[in-house]
C-alpha cells in the first residue's frame, strides 16, 4: 500500500503470449463487429493489429459463430497475424465447446454460463443452493476438460450487474458476490487439475471495481492453489475524455497496487481507438520492470509451480492500509468555510485550479480568472470554485492589490501560493486562502506558526514540495506540524503534498494523521509533467482518482500542461468517476460486440447531446440485453439493443417498452424520464 511492487502470479499460457508473473502487462481490445462476417471481422483485427493490440476478443453469441472463428483464425495466420485470439461467452456451453477449438483463450462470465438468470429476487435453500452449483459443475466441466486438451487458458470473468440470481440471494449484487461467482468456477478448475486460469472483476462503478479486485486477491490467493493473473478494465466506461477517466481511474488504482497483467480500456468509439489508451496507461509499469530488472520478463512458470498462498495484505505492505481496501468510507475531515464554500465534513469536494498567466500581465489574468471561476456563473456550469495565483515578489502583491480590486466580489474566490516567508504574513489579510509551500529541508521556525494564532482572514494550507525524499517524509513533517499547530489553537488550516506520484506519498499522510487523531482537510495536488494530452488525462487520473476512489481528499488541484477548460473538466471528470461529485449526467455505455444490431456510437452522440443537463443521472445504453439490465447494475434508465434496429427501455433492471423502433427510441427514452419526474430543461451556459 505504500510503495509499488507487483503481485507474482502464475505464468499462464496464451498462445505464442506468457501472461502473469514478471511478464509485460498486456493491453486487449474487442472487435465489435458480427462475428459470421469474416471479412469485416478480419480487416478490424489486422487494424488492431497493426495498432500493435496484443490479445484480440471477438463475441462469439452462436454455434455458428464459434464454427467460423476457424474461417477468421485461418486467414489471420495466412496473412502472417498471429495475435493471440479470445472467445467471449456468455450463454451458450455448446459455443464454448466448439470456440475452444479455435481461440488461445477462451472468457466466461460465470453469472450467465450454466446459470439462470431472471432477476427473480427468490430466495435459496441451503438444498437448493448446493444442487445448483452441481448443475453449474457438470455443464462447466466439460469446457474444462476440452480446454485442458487443446492447450487453451481460460478468463474467469465476472461483470458486477450480471451476477446469478443464485449469487445475488445471498450476496447481494456487492463485490462479495463477485468475488464468489469467480471462485466457484476457479474451484472447479482446480478440482479438475486445470491451472490455466485468470480472473477479472468488471463493473461500470469505479470504486465497486477496485474494491472487487483487491477482495479477490485476498480471497483467492489465501484459497486457491496459485495466484492467477488478473485482466483489469473498467466495463461500458463510455466514450470521450469520460471513457479514458473512468478506465485509468480504476485500471490505474489497481496497477498502482501491483496488481494486473493485461487490461482492456473498453470505450465506446473504434477499438483501434482502446489501443494507444491502454499503453499509455501500462508504460510507467511497464518501463518500471525492465529498468529495475525483476528478471527481466523471463518465464517463471519454474518458479512459481509451488504453492503460492500470498494474501492481499502481506503481499502488499507488512503495514496495515490507513482505509478500508474493500468498502469505500471518506476519510472524517473538519469543515470550514472559504469564500461560499464549505470544504471539509460532508461536503462535496472542491476544486482549485492554478492560473498560467503571470501577475505582471493585468489584463490576460484577469481574462483567465474570469473564465477559470464559477462565480457569476449559471449554477451547473463546470468551473473551478477557487483560483490559486503565485505570489513571488513585492511586485507581484501590487499587482494582486488591483486584480482583487478589478474582480470585485469575484476575487473573494482567488486564493495565493508563496514560498517566501517574507511575502507570506502580506498575504494573510488579502485572500480567503493561502498556500505557503513547504522546500524539502526547510524548517519552520516558531516565529512563523505563531503567524497562524493571530486568527488571520485566510485560511492557510501547508503544502510540502515533493521531489527527491522518501514517500514517508512529507507525512512526517506535515503530521509534526499539524500536530504543534493544534496544540497553539489553529483551526483553520488545510494540508497537501505537491508531487508528480502522490497515492504512495497521500497514504502516507493519511497514515500519520490518523494515529494523531488529526482531522484538518486534506487537497490532494498532482503536477502532471507530461506533455501529451492522452498523457496528461491519464496520469492524473490515476493519482488523483485513486485517492478519492478511497476516499482521500476534501479538494482537488491539478497543474497539467492542458488548457484550463481542459483541465477544470479533467477535475470534475475524476471526482464524478469516483462517484463523490456527480456534476453532470453519467453515461454508462458499452463498445459495442457482435451482438450490437444498431448504430451504438451515434445513438450514445444524440443521447448525451439531449439528455446531458440532467445532472446525477446515470444513463445507461447497451449493445444487447447481455451488457443491458445486468451489466448496467448502476443506471437509473437503460437503452439496450433488442434486435436489429430495435431497441428496449429500462427503469432500473425493469423492462419497460420493448421492441421500440431505433429511429424512435432516443424521444421515448426522454418522455420515459420525464414521465419519472426527472427530467430537467437544458440551461443556457452561455
Known sequence: MYQYRRRLTREVVFGNLFLGGYQPIRVESMTNTHTLDTEATVAQCRRLYEAGCEIIRLTVPTEKDAENLRNIREQLRRDKIDTPLV?????????????????????INPGNYANTQKFSNNQYSEEEYLKEIEQVRLEFAPLVEKAREYGVSMRIGTNHGSLSDRIVSRYGNSPEGMVEAAL????????????????????????????????????????????????????????????????????????????????????????????????ALVKKYNDFHLVNGDRGHIPLRHIIESRNKQTYSVLMSDELPPFNPFAYQRRAASEMVLADFTIGGDTVPRVETEVHTLLSDNDKIFEEITLRLASGKPQDAIRSEFVSVPVNSAADLDSLDELLGRLGDSGRFVVASTSDVILFPRLL?????????????????????????????AAVELCFLHKESGNAVPARVLAHLAEKLRKMGVQRLLFSVLSVQVVFVYRRLMQSFNNRSLDYPLVVRFKGEESGRLENIISSSVQAGTLFSDGIGDMLSLQTTLSSDDEINLAFN??????????KTEFISCPGCGRTYFELEKAVAAIKQRMGQLKGLKIGIMGCVVNGPG???????????????RISLYVGRECVAENIAEDEAVDRLIALVKERGKWVEPIDLR
Do not use: W
Open 87 to 107: 472467445a467471449d461467452i456468455h450463454f451458450s456451453a455448446r459455443a464454448a465447446l466448439k470456440a475452444v477449438e479455435f481461440v488461445e483463450n477462451i472468457r
Open 631 to 645: 451489466e448496467m447494475a448502476d443506471a437509473d434508465f437503460g437503452y439496450v439493443g433488442a434486435g436489429k434496429n
Open 429 to 457: 489579510n488579502k485572500v480567503s486562502k493561502v498556500r505557503f509551500d513547504i522546500l524539502e529541508g526547510e524548517r519552520l521556525e516558531n516565529e512563523f506558526l505563531q503567524l497562524l494564532c493571530n486568527k488571520p482572514l
Open 574 to 583: 475524476i471526482l464524478q468517476g469516483a462517484r463523490i461529485r456527480m456534476s
Open 184 to 279: 466457484e468456477f476457479a474451484r472447479i478448475c482446480e478440482a479438475m487439475g486445470y491451472y490455466e486460469i485468470l480472473f477479472s472483476m468488471k463493473s461500470s462503478n469505479v470504486r465497486v471495481m477496485i474494491q472487487a479486485y483487491r477482495l479477490l486477491v485476498q480471497q483467492a490467493d489465501a484459497e486457491l492453489r496459485y495466484a492467477y493473473p488478473l485482466h483489469l478494465g473498467v466495463t461500458e466506461a463510455g466514450d470521450g475524455d469520460e471513457g479514458r477517466v473512468k478506465s485509468a481511474m480504476g485500471i490505474g488504482a489497481l496497477l498502482e497496487d501491483g496488481l494486473g497483467d493485461t487490461i482492456r480500456v473498453s470505450l465506446t468509439e473504434d477499438p483501434v481507438s482502446e489501443v494507444p489508451v491502454g499503453f
